[in-house]
């Protein structure tokens, strides 16, 4: 049977998190919690059903998805309750695989495990043993087989001291589950319709119970404040890092890098600590990455070297370039082959042509930038009059002497030098000087004021 349906528990407001968002809203890497569970949902199923209660419309704009089917619990009343929302919407002949919005890094591998014991028994649960069990629900066996499972505020001493747990996660045949759920009640210490009563159900209607015994505690761990959601936040982190370090990438220190998206790469590529990589980036082969950089949206080509505390976003970085320390790129900037872009150089919106070199304390803004261009330090362009922002064209070759300011509109020509300090208005003719300077005058008998 391949009829999957998702049923992912998310009606809790998460108290703990002292947030005025709802839990499942909490961010993990670049997703939301419930996301992040989402997209393993819509891997594996045909349709994903949410239980949302606390802050409903707030998690409907968030996730923002047509495709969901959402379903009010107005009043929690426990998983059992919850799970029995989504049910009629339902047909008997499929699985309900149940999730939970707060257990954001279970894996597929797992819950295909889970559907498949599911298919051949009926009815499945996902367990872990833990070291200290305590406030799960346990798993009761009988000579291995699953008898029931136990609530925490509801076991005997000798039940407690079981460390196979409950992680909530099931799948089961629709039809049974519908069946186990109408013979719910709340006579239990915790007063709730509980969905972990369906075991003993269909134990006593002579199912079999499936396990699926998962080995990793972090893929089944529930979020429940800040803490654990950092710890959460590592553990992916790690993974992530384990994953391109064994496709090639070369980290100094996995627990000092960070990707909050997805990260492309060549051969033989270098990311040194306190990165962070964020949207999409791409790097070529052969390209560094010093300390303390952070690069969102970028396609970085070959043999690039961005030097440390340098930051990049929505930018294009051409092949042996390099960028750095202290250099600031911004949406649109294009930066060519080979060029160079230095220290405290902010470049926005501009193409800088190959070989060209801004190599320090420069604002570069909707520029085009021929190729083999010197600026000189404090150089910049003048793009904005306080409305509207102007283009400044420089051709091939030219070279823009040090604290020079091109106030744009402006087109300096191809090979022109532009003697250092000037301010520049006008068009700058190819291959002469320009420059724009006071005479510079000595003042004979100056003395320097003394103190009175
Ligand atoms: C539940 C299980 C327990 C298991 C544990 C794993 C039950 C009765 N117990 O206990 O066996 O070891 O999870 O963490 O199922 N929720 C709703 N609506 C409700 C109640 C809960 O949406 O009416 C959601 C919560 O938001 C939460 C999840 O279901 O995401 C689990 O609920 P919670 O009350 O935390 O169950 P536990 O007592 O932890
Ligand atoms: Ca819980």
Not at 167 to 180: D, E, H, R, S, W
Not at 382 to 405: E, L, M, P, R, W
């Amino acid at each position: 049977m391949n009829n999957i349906h998702a049923i992912i528990l998310a009606a809790g407001k998460g108290t703990r998190m002292n947030s005025t968002k709802p839990k499942v809203l909490q961010t993990l890497s670049n997703n939301t919690l419930l996301g992040h569970v989402l997209v393993q949902a819509k891997h594996i199923s045909q349709k994903v059903h949410i239980v949302y209660g606390f802050g409903g419309d707030q998690v409907k704009q968030a996730i923002n998805d047509e495709s969901i089917n959402w379903v009010e619990q107005a009043e929690q009343l426990g998983t059992g309750h919850a799970v029995s929302q989504a049910t009629p919407y339902i047909e008997d002949d499929s699985i309900s695989l149940i999730l939970y919005g707060d257990v954001p890094l279970i894996q597929l591998e797992t819950l295909s495990q889970l559907i498949n014991a599911a298919n051949s028994t009926g009815v499945a649960l996902l367990s872990v043993v833990l070291d200290n069990p305590t406030g799960y629900g346990r798993i009761i066996r009988h000579n291995d087989v699953i008898q029931a499972i136990v609530e925490q505020k509801d076991a005997m001493p000798e039940q407690l001291e079981v460390c196979e747990v409950n992680t909530g996660i099931m799948a089961v045949n629709t039809q049974l589950l519908k069946k186990y759920l109408s013979n719910l009640d709340s006579n239990n210490a915790q007063g709730e319709l509980y969905l972990t009563d369906i075991i003993e159900s269909a134990v006593n209607d002579g199912k079999v119970i499936a396990s699926v015994v998962t080995t990793d505690a972090f893929e089944v761990a529930g979020v429940n404040d800040k803490v654990q959601l950092a710890e959460l936040e590592r553990i992916f982190q790690q993974q992530q890092a384990n994953q391109y370090m064994q496709q090639g990438l070369t980290l100094k220190d996995p627990a000092r890098f960070d990707c909050r998206g997805s990260l492309s790469f060549g051969k033989d590529c270098e990311i040194d600590i306190n990165t962070l990589i964020e949207g999409k980036v791409s790097l070529g082969n052969n390209t560094s990455i010093a300390p303390n950089c952070s690069i969102k949206n970028a396609k970085i080509g070959d043999n690039v070297t961005i030097l440390a505390n340098s930051v990049i976003e929505g930018a294009v970085i051409n092949n042996g370039a390099s960028i750095g320390p202290f250099a600031r790129i911004r949406p649109q900037a294009d930066i060519g082959e080979n060029a160079k872009i230095g220290n405290f150089v902010e470049v926005k919106k501009s193409i800088i042509g190959k070989g060209s070199k801004v190599s320090h304390l420069s604002y570069v803004g909707d520029t085009i930038m021929g190729s083999d261009v010197n600026v000189g330090a404090g150089a910049i362009t003048c793009n904005y009059d306080g409305v509207n922002k102007h283009q400044t064209i420089i051709g091939d070759n030219a070279f823009i002497g040090s604290d020079s300011q091109l106030v744009a509109p402006v087109t300096i020509g191809k090979n022109a030098t532009i003697g250092a300090g000037s301010t520049i208005t006008k068009e700058s003719p190819e291959d002469q000087l320009t420059l724009s300077r006071s005479k510079q005058i000595t003042m004979k008998n100056w003395q320097r004021p003394t103190k009175k």
